[in-house]
């Protein structure tokens, strides 16, 4: 009996006991997950987009009348807007190249008056439409902005119309034809949200001299204009 009692005192003790060790023990150390950094902004892949914005042409012309030469320049100015498509390509780091088309209509006309040799001559000028076929280089100096150049092929109608007025007589010459010429440029791009992207963009577009034969008065003339088109727009693309 003396032997059970003393034994069950002893277990006592040490269950008694136990908790005051565990308490000495050092405690777990817990860690926060690490967190993964940002996945930087991939400008690689296909895109379409729209845009509008405006466009200032200066028309050079030069008219033949009576064998009188008669050169002026007319600026028109407008509301262009269209669609383009493109693909870019992620080639390092901070660079990207890419390619791109587009198409825009635009309400550019203008008209203007002079008078030489007993001539009144009204010239209407205008750009009902024209598009580019670029390439683009581009920075990327922080992640999701892209600052690009870009250059390339640009075309457009360029249409014509005179009309001579003299004393005793009216005469109307006009013209339209499908030019192709060249553009540079530049611009920003950024990643707003999603797949979708939004840029500021401004291209010089140079389509050179059209020349219209004719026939007023009685006799051969020509009409002559060289457009220089600055166009400013903002656009947005959904890249796939």
Same mark, same amino acid.
């Given at each position: 009996?003396?032997?059970?009692?003393?034994?069950?005192?002893?277990?006592?003790?040490?269950?008694? $006991?136990?908790?005051?060790?565990?308490?000495?023990?050092?405690?777990?150390?817990?860690?926060?997950?690490?967190?993964?950094?940002?996945? $930087?902004?991939?400008?690689?892949? *296909?895109?379409?987009?729209?845009?509008?914005?405006?466009? *200032?042409?200066?028309?050079?012309?030069?008219?033949?009348?009576?064998?009188?030469?008669?050169?002026?320049?007319?600026?028109?100015?407008?509301?262009?807007?269209?669609? @383009?498509?493109?693909?870019?390509?992620?080639?390092?780091?901070?660079?990207?190249?890419?390619? #791109?088309?587009?198409? @825009?209509?635009?309400? @550019?006309?203008?008209?203007?008056?002079?008078?030489?040799?007993?001539?009144?001559?009204? #010239?209407?000028?205008?750009?009902?439409?024209?598009?580019?076929?670029?390439?683009?280089?581009?920075?990327?100096?922080?992640?999701?902005?892209?600052?690009?150049?870009?250059?390339?092929?640009?075309?457009?109608?360029?249409?014509?119309?005179?009309?001579?007025?003299?004393?005793?007589?009216?005469?109307?010459?006009?013209?339209? +034809?499908?030019?192709?010429?060249?553009?540079?440029?530049?611009?920003? #791009?950024?990643?707003?949200?999603?797949?979708? +992207?939004?840029?500021? #963009?401004?291209?010089?577009?140079?389509?050179?001299?059209?020349? *219209?034969?004719?026939?007023?008065?009685?006799?051969?003339?020509?009409?002559?204009?060289?457009?220089?088109?600055?166009?400013?727009?903002?656009?947005?693309?959904?890249? *796939?």
């Amino acid at each position: 009996m003396n032997k059970l009692a003393v034994g069950s005192a002893t277990l006592l003790a040490a269950a008694l $006991a136990a908790p005051v060790h565990a308490a000495d023990l050092p405690q777990p150390v817990y860690k926060a997950p690490p967190v993964a950094p940002p996945v $930087a902004y991939n400008w690689t892949g *296909f895109y379409v987009g729209g845009n509008i914005g405006g466009g *200032f042409a200066s028309f050079s012309d030069s008219s033949i009348v009576r064998a009188t030469t008669r050169t002026h320049t007319t600026n028109a100015d407008g509301v262009i807007g269209g669609g @383009q498509i493109g693909y870019n390509y992620q080639f390092a780091p901070n660079w990207v190249a890419g390619v #791109e088309a587009d198409f @825009q209509g635009s309400s @550019q006309k203008r008209s203007s008056t002079s008078v030489a040799a007993g001539v009144t001559t009204t #010239e209407t000028d205008s750009l009902p439409w024209f598009g580019t076929a670029r390439g683009r280089i581009g920075f990327t100096p922080v992640d999701r902005w892209l600052v690009y150049a870009t250059g390339g092929l640009a075309y457009g109608e360029v249409k014509a119309m005179d009309t001579f007025n003299t004393a005793n007589m009216v005469a109307t010459t006009t013209g339209n +034809t499908t030019k192709v010429g060249w553009t540079v440029g530049g611009g920003v #791009e950024a990643a707003l949200f999603g797949n979708w +992207t939004g840029k500021i #963009e401004y291209l010089y577009i140079d389509l050179p001299n059209t020349t *219209f034969n004719s026939v007023a008065f009685a006799r051969p003339d020509t009409i002559g204009t060289h457009l220089h088109e600055n166009i400013g727009r903002v656009g947005m693309n959904y890249r *796939f």
